[in-house]
Each structure stands twice: as structure tokens, then as C-alpha cells.
């Protein structure tokens, strides 16, 4: 390995939505630095399970439903 092409790796404070802390091993920041996370396993429905719904925001689903309508969506 080529010595000094690689970055510092240290040990960070990764704080989740639900407030736990817990320390890894980070590029990120400096030594000792708190990382706040906004997803997180946690809370996130692709580890969750969660269901995902899709909103009609302006009526762009309706107007492509309408649109396509004769091939089959």
C-alpha cells in the first residue's frame, strides 16, 4: 500500500433519530466529532417494513394515469 494517500479513519459519535449515540469508525470529521443522522434503520420503511405511499402532489399521477390509460398501467 502507498503510504499517505489514504484518509485519517478515527473514531466518530453517529447520533440516530431517536437520539442514541453510538461510536464507529469514521472518515468523517475529526476525532471525537458527533455525526446526526436524519434516516437512520431505525426509522426508515426499507428497514422498517414500512408501506410506501405514493402522493398525487399537483395531480402528476392523475395526469399520467390519464395519459397512459389505453396501455394497461
Known amino acids: 500500500m502507498k503510504k499517505d494517500i489514504h484518509p485519517d479513519y478515527h473514531i466518530i459519535d453517529v447520533k440516530l433519530t431517536d437520539g442514541t449515540v453510538i461510536q464507529m469508525r469514521s472518515t468523517y470529521g475529526a476525532e471525537g466529532d458527533q455525526l446526526a443522522l436524519d434516516i437512520d434503520p431505525s426509522s426508515h420503511p426499507a428497514w422498517t ?13 392523475s395526469k399520467f394515469k390519464n395519459k397512459y390509460a389505453g396501455l394497461g398501467f
Do not use: H
Open 49 to 61: 417494513g414500512g408501506g410506501t405511499r405514493l402522493l398525487d402532489t399537483g395531480g402528476r399521477v
